[in-house]
């Protein structure tokens, strides 16, 4: 906790069911609970769960330079959101290597919210704003509460109007409980989900009445970690841990392209402009690695940093993995060679404790065509 400058509101509750509040992005974050945490991933598949994510970094861009300064930042064309709608966006530096992600709000016209990890989303904003017409705030007071699961909507429309039209990837400003909020249809769990975004002053309150009332319904408190086994198989990637700045080059400095990542879908077409982007095109079929899927025999789940080896010599590594009772796979997130990311390559996983068999595989491992998270009515 000594790096910790960033406090939430639910930090006692954390406490109270057994976390030490590891620090994430400066702020103390529920890593670990005193219960089973595959109780929390079986919640958030079947029914519901709500998870404190805080720490994700919620920055407002706003003045008649907004859409400027957001587009010379993002690989999306901002000009093109409307608002009351938001859209996932990779940021680059000058040699097109990836250093944040991040979902863009817009608000209104002169009026977004960008909300990122632990990269560097908001220095790449400020550089942007320089000399322009515009204020980048940072806001540490708006809290965000997550709530995922094919459940989450049953529960939220016993309170919020029209939440069953609230389509993915868009937003509305209501109340909650009787209070202020900012509810949107994002989330980084592969189901349907909705974030909450409220003042400090109200997160206690959401939070205890969402863990009261939703109990019935069986939708229970999760940890910030939780992700780690819900992501392993709906193809998520989490800054830095499934980057180079974790598994650094041999003979390079650390920074990964879009192309390697399979992340550059967020790039618009025929986008110019944003930072990094001549470097960006300029990598296109230049991959050095590629994200890609490991599906292992058995039960044990890959380690997080578990070699990968092909013919008996390493050859990459596997960044997160996690075995599914629900689903009954055992799957990974890996970086290997471009020649074995190849559908039914036959790997080797290293693990502490021994070697299983895999194979390469596309990803996500579920629910393929995302129709769960993107569902209607």
């Known amino acids: 906790m000594t790096a910790s400058w960033r406090f939430s509101a639910l930090a006692d509750r954390h406490r109270a069911m057994g976390s030490e509040l590891e620090d994430w992005s400066g702020m103390g974050t529920a890593w670990s609970y005193d219960k089973d945490q595959l109780e929390e991933y079986m919640a958030i598949r079947t029914k519901a769960g709500v998870m404190d994510v805080s720490g994700l970094k919620k920055v407002h861009v706003i003045g008649p330079h907004a859409s400027h300064v957001i587009d010379r930042a993002v690989t999306r064309d901002i000009e093109k959101l409307k608002p009351g709608r938001s859209t996932y966006c990779c940021m680059l530096n000058d040699a097109g290597k990836f250093v944040d992600d991040c979902v863009v709000y817009r608000m209104g016209p002169h009026s977004f919210m960008v909300v990122h990890g632990a990269g560097q989303g908001h220095e790449q904003l400020t550089m942007a704003a320089t000399g322009r017409n515009v204020n980048v705030l940072f806001d540490d007071d708006l809290h965000d509460i997550s709530l995922q699961g094919p459940l989450a909507v049953d529960y939220l429309e016993k309170h919020v109007p029209g939440i069953r039209d609230v389509v993915y990837f868009s937003h509305i400003h209501t109340t909650l409980f009787g209070k202020p909020v900012t509810i949107s249809r994002t989330g980084y769990t592969g189901e349907r989900g909705y974030e909450i975004f409220?003042?400090?002053?109200?997160?206690?309150?959401?939070?205890?009445?969402?863990?009261?009332?939703?109990?019935?319904?069986?939708?229970?408190?999760?940890?910030?970690?939780?992700?780690?086994?819900?992501?392993?198989?709906?193809?998520?990637?989490?800054?830095?841990?499934?980057?180079?700045?974790?598994y650094p080059f041999e003979n390079e400095s650390c920074g990964d392209t879009l192309w390697e990542l399979g992340l550059d879908f967020t790039v618009s077409k025929g986008k110019t402009g944003f930072r990094g982007a001549e470097e960006h095109y300029r990598l296109q079929g230049k991959e050095r690695f590629k994200i890609y899927g490991v599906k292992l025999e058995g039960t044990e789940a890959a380690e997080e940093g578990a070699a990968i080896l092909k013919d008996g010599k390493e050859v990459g590594?596997?960044?997160?993995?996690?075995?599914?009772?629900?689903n009954e796979h055992n799957v990974g997130i890996a970086r290997m060679p471009v020649d074995c990311a190849v559908e039914g390559t036959k790997l080797t996983i290293r693990n502490s404790g021994g070697e299983i068999r895999a194979v390469a595989h596309p990803m996500p491992?579920?629910?393929?065509?995302k129709k769960r998270r993107t569902a209607k009515g």
């Open 365 to 369: 491992f579920y629910d393929q065509d």
């Open 317 to 326: 590594v596997v960044t997160i993995g996690f075995y599914s009772p629900l």
């Open 198 to 246: 409220c003042r400090r002053q109200d997160a206690p309150e959401i939070w205890d009445t969402i863990v009261a009332e939703g109990r019935e319904m069986g939708i229970i408190p999760t940890r910030f970690t939780t992700l780690d086994l819900l992501r392993s198989e709906s193809y998520l990637l989490f800054f830095p841990y499934d980057n180079s700045e974790m």
